[in-house]
Nanobody, 126 residues
């Protein structure tokens, strides 16, 4: 069964950058779309971005435009989320998730993804 493991979270000052990785194992990433989600303290988990099997991208949060970039490297079985100009409101647990289909547009939900990683904490604070 597919397994996902996130890494790359941490503490960063406002304006800083982090690069999250989602390592896929036990199956090939090429068959899956990967979504990145985040859950801020006291809030529901929300979809940030999704990358389809062939690289098509859907972004679901307007505040990330121009700051976050999703990507994938099927040869490395890894998906990424590059986050620049981080702000305190970006604080939360970041999860990657997989679905054996494409990315839904214009929105998606947690229930549409079948496999999840354990999450990685991102804290943006001065």
């Amino acid at each position: 069964q597919l397994q996902l493991v996130e890494s790359g979270g941490g503490l960063v000052r406002p304006g800083g950058s982090l690069s999250l990785s989602c390592q896929v194992s036990r199956e090939s990433l090429q068959y899956y779309a990967i979504g990145w989600f985040r859950q801020a303290p006291g809030k529901e988990r929300e979809a940030i971005s999704c990358i389809a099997r062939r690289g098509g991208i859907a972004n679901y949060v307007s505040s990330i435009e121009g700051r976050f970039t999703i990507s994938r490297d099927n040869a490395k079985n890894t998906a990424y989320l590059q986050m620049n100009n981080l702000q305190p409101e970006d604080t939360g647990i970041y999860y990657c998730a997989a679905r054996y289909s494409t990315c839904n547009i214009p929105r998606t939900t947690t229930s549409e993804f079948t496999t999840w990683g354990q999450g990685t904490q991102v804290t943006v604070s001065s």
